[in-house]
């Protein structure tokens, strides 16, 4: 797991575990729907994430929208995950990017207040989540991306003659990244 | 945390007023202030568009305006990538507070490469003439995804060092820059104009090079399907300047 300080954003730092084959997703997507307030993470799918830079990206307009006021959901860490979709839609954005009982991998974020530090977070993580704790890398997100479904999602172009249809490209990264910004305009 | 009230005009928005990031101001316009800085991560760096609040303008008014330019500036970035246009990529915005995070381009502008060619060398031609062809190429590319630039200079033309290549000054891909003031429209006039704005751009700017422009038209035919009308109409637009309607 990982805790990472984005720039011009000190005050938020992101604490970061990505999950292989995690067996409990059930379980913590119903402790989100009980809004227990243990878990207070953003749990995302990590098929549907495009890049680390994309999931930072999503905080950043997260926190953004957070300290003017403009988040459209209940805490920050739902926050997350609708701002790793690319559509208005809240619900619809939870189902494509979030956990479901079917969620193989995930990605789990708290953006870090005073009461938590990094070790009880981690600590808390590894006990709940039921999964292989992999390196935050695009290396392991690109081993669990279903590319078709990000392709179709984000309304990405056809991959290119000499691209290799089953990964994503720099500029298929950079359309995900400016179509989440982009979002509710 | 609330918004100042009575923003000054060269306050930078949150969070880049408290950021302990550095903020570098590398140019500025009459709508914008561009800062070199990094985003997102430590080793990413960006290009951030800043266009803070016009005091002069009503607070209502200014909202709108700074809200309509930095979207359109982002959609036409994001519908360039799409269309695989070379552009810098959109890393972020707030169209409330008015600024744009965009991926920042390696290399020089083709304006600093052209006046600082080498004419001595053997095939110093040769290579311009390559060099005006890309550009005819890249604004081709544009105008095929229905874009025009509005602003086409070669001080708003990157040349990117491509990896592996021998880095010679007018080598390197062409990524255009400032689209400010670009718009998304299928108007053969928009495209000739955009197309005559560089032609006396390139002119004045390189008035030694300006025979090679021709080039830049061939570059511009070999990708774009619609480039016949487009020239045609830009004779027109040759005669009679830049304006059509003759009002403002």
């Known amino acids: 797991m990982e805790s990472i300080t984005v720039p011009h954003l000190p005050a ?54 957070s300290i003017f006021g403009r988040m459209k959901t209940r805490n920050l860490h739902s926050e997350i995950v609708f701002a790793l979709s690319a559509i208005s839609n809240i619900s619809e954005s939870f189902r494509r990017m979030g956990i479901q009982d079917t969620t193989k991998h995930v990605l789990a974020i708290k953006v870090l207040d005073e009461s938590l530090t990094a070790t009880q977070v981690h600590a808390f993580l590894g006990e709940h989540v039921h999964g292989t704790v992999v390196a935050f890398t695009d290396e392991e997100l690109s081993s669990m991306q279903d590319v078709p479904r990000i392709r179709k999602i984000y309304k990405l172009p056809p991959a290119g003659k000499d691209e290799n249809a089953k990964s994503l490209s720099k500029t298929d990264e950079a359309i995900v990244i400016g179509s989440m910004a982009l979002r509710g305009s | 945390m609330a918004a100042d009230p009575l923003p000054t005009s060269h306050a930078l928005p949150s969070p880049f007023s408290t950021s302990t990031t550095p903020l570098t101001l590398i140019a500025q316009g009459a709508e914008a ?76 502008s083709v304006k600093e490469a052209v006046r600082g060619r080498d004419v001595s060398v053997n095939g110093a031609d040769g290579v311009l003439k390559g060099l005006m062809r890309r550009i005819g190429r890249a604004v081709g590319g544009l105008h095929a995804a229905g874009v025009v630039h509005g602003d086409l200079t070669t001080s708003n033309m990157m040349l990117r060092p491509i990896a592996g290549e021998t880095a010679d000054r007018l080598r390197g891909e062409i990524v255009l820059i400032d689209f400010g003031l670009a718009t998304q429209t299928v108007q053969e006039e928009d495209r000739a104009v955009d197309l005559y704005v560089l032609e006396r751009a390139f002119g004045s700017t390189h008035p030694r090079e300006e025979g090679t422009f021709p080039e830049v038209l061939e570059g511009y035919r070999e990708v774009f399907k619609g480039a016949k009308g487009t020239l045609r109409r830009l004779e027109e637009v040759r005669m009679r300047g830049r304006k059509k309607s003759m009002v403002g």
Not at chain 1, 33 to 57: E, G, H, K, P
Not at chain 2, 48 to 59: C, D, N, S, Y
Request: charged share 20%.
């Open chain 1, 12 to 65: 938020h730092t992101l604490h970061v575990g990505l999950f292989k084959d995690v067996k409990n997703a059930t379980f913590l997507r119903q402790q989100l729907l009980d809004i227990n307030t243990d878990f207070q993470y953003a749990f995302a799918d990590a098929s549907m994430v495009a890049s680390r830079q994309a999931v930072i990206a999503a905080c950043s307009r997260a926190i953004d929208d």
């Open chain 2, 33 to 108: 202030l561009l800062y070199h800085t990094t985003f997102l991560s430590p080793t990413t760096p960006c290009a951030l568009k800043i266009r803070p609040a016009k005091p002069w303008r009503h607070p209502t008014l200014d909202k709108r305006l700074t809200r309509q330019r930095i979207l359109a500036e982002a959609r036409v970035l994001v519908k360039c990538l799409r269309e695989g246009v070379a552009v810098p990529a959109v890393l972020g915005l707030d169209w409330e507070t008015g600024w744009m995070a965009m991926q920042w381009i390696d290399g020089g």
